[in-house]
């Protein structure tokens, strides 16, 4: 239980991962979290929050390997909270 991420925790590294700064499994423990906790999607709204990401980044590079994670990771999420 100790290395369970709270929500808070959980959406701060969900951005971090969405830009590689974190490792592969600190991701999965983000996503393995996102998975149960529906409060973190409705109450945080990440779909905002990631298009907002690609806004900002837009303007600094061509990302569109960003693009790509965003929607994956988006793919993930959704695969794994429908029943
Ligand atoms: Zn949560």
Known sequence: MSDEVNCAEAL?????????????LDGDRIRAHLADCDGCLHEYDIEDHLKALVRRSCKEAAPAELHVRIRQQLTVLRTRLEP
């Open 12 to 24: 701060a590294k969900l951005f971090d991962f969405l830009d590689a700064e974190i490792s592969e």
